[in-house]
């Protein structure tokens, strides 16, 4: 499976943003996807994740309530937008997917996309 993430850059403080995470592959549709982001100096942090049906969604601690995790399954798409973000919020941000489990931690993520740039601006 490949995962090409993209939608990061540069943003305000209180602005919302929407990351797409697209995945290919014969099997792309049986891997649940999610996002973690790690920031300069801190270890990669768990962010929201959806099951492979798009019916169980997932969210990391700092991000609940200010996100929303979806996935259109006819793109293999996983959307995630996140509203009031914050100068906390800076971060890369990686797309993630899971076959077995659903990668709500790094042991639990088969693949890896490449890194998205999010900066907020305070």
């Known amino acids: 499976v490949q995962l090409q993430a993209s939608g990061g850059g540069l943003v305000q403080a209180g602005d919302s943003l929407t990351l797409s995470c697209a995945a290919s592959?014969?099997?792309?549709?049986?891997?649940?996807l999610g996002w973690f982001r790690q920031a300069p100096g801190k270890e990669r942090e768990f962010v929201a994740a959806?099951?492979?049906?798009?019916?169980?969604?997932y969210y990391g601690d700092s991000v609940r309530g200010r996100a929303t995790i979806s996935r259109d399954n006819a793109k293999n798409t996983a959307y995630l937008q996140m509203n009031s973000l914050k100068s906390e919020d800076t971060a890369v941000y990686y797309c993630?997917?899971?076959?077995?489990?659903?990668?709500?931690?790094?042991?639990?993520?088969?693949?890896w996309g490449q890194g998205t740039l999010v900066t907020v601006s305070s």
């Open positions: 959806i099951r492979s049906s798009g019916t169980g969604t």
């Open positions: 993630a997917a899971g076959r077995a489990q659903v990668p709500t931690i790094v042991a639990a993520t088969d693949f």
């Open positions: 592959g014969r099997t792309a549709n049986l891997y649940a």
